[in-house]
């Protein structure tokens, strides 16, 4: 009776021991793991961790005359300015605050406009109009009415079509930044402003203005794409 008993202990103590054992060797596994490389071998220095860390996009905070923040200012559309359109400098002037660069560096007064008219339109999925609109429509509506050029309607096919750049402080302003958010392809897709800032169509908030270093976007991020202006 007591052989009996000892190995019944014995039995539910290796029980109650091995599913910790498991998940130690996952964990294991998982702190030797190489940083992981995004789609097509573009690696992103500073984002291969899986959230933002303080050496997260480290050269919007060494770069000089440049403010770093993980979220923008709010900004309003044009329509809650009173129902008044603002002007040139107004738009140059709130926007340049919003991306923490200066004013004179608001160059390109169409795009912010543009960005200005649509901030705060909801998102629908396949939307490609003010009722609502998705990210790659926003996108492509983007560059159809400020540079004048037709993007392909997806994502994934913004993605296949654009040089890509292998480092984030080789972006641009217009350049495309895309994520592939819990899958392996790409699901998403923002136009680059500056200082690591990009304007979007999010689920959650329609067309905003975002921050390469939040948590949520760094850790989904795959990589920029230029597409030929000229």
């Not at 019944?8 to 290796?14: H, S």
């Not at 709010?74 to 004013?103: D, P």
């Not at 819990?182 to 921050?211: C, Q």
């Amino acid at each position: 009776m007591r052989k009996r008993l000892y190995s019944f202990t014995t039995a539910c103590i290796l029980l109650s021991v091995l599913p910790g054992c498991h998940t130690h060797k996952k964990y294991a596994a998982a702190k030797s793991a190489k940083n992981p490389k995004f789609i097509n071998d573009v690696y992103i220095s500073g984002h291969a961790k899986n959230s933002a860390t303080e050496n997260a996009i480290a050269r919007s905070k060494a770069a000089p005359g440049k403010k770093h923040a993980a979220t923008p200012p709010a900004a309003s559309s044009h329509t809650e300015n009173n129902g008044r359109e603002l002007g040139r400098t107004e738009v140059r002037k709130k926007y340049a605050e919003i991306l923490g660069i200066k004013t004179k560096e608001i160059d390109n007064y169409p795009l912010y406009q543009f960005i200005d008219k649509w901030y705060g339109t909801n998102y629908r999925l396949g939307g490609h109009g003010k009722e609502g609109i998705d990210c790659s429509g926003f996108a492509q509506r983007l560059y159809g009415e400020v540079y004048g050029i037709d993007l392909l309607r997806t994502a994934m096919e913004q993605f296949s079509n654009c040089k890509r750049l292998k480092n984030t402080k080789d972006a641009e302003e217009g350049d495309l930044v895309f994520f592939h958010v819990r899958s392996k392809r790409i699901t998403h897709v923002g136009v680059y402003l500056a200082n690591d800032y990009f304007v979007h169509s999010s689920t959650s908030g329609g067309v905003i203005i975002s921050h390469l270093a939040e948590d949520y976007w760094h850790k989904y991020f795959a990589g920029v794409g230029r597409v030929p202006k000229g």
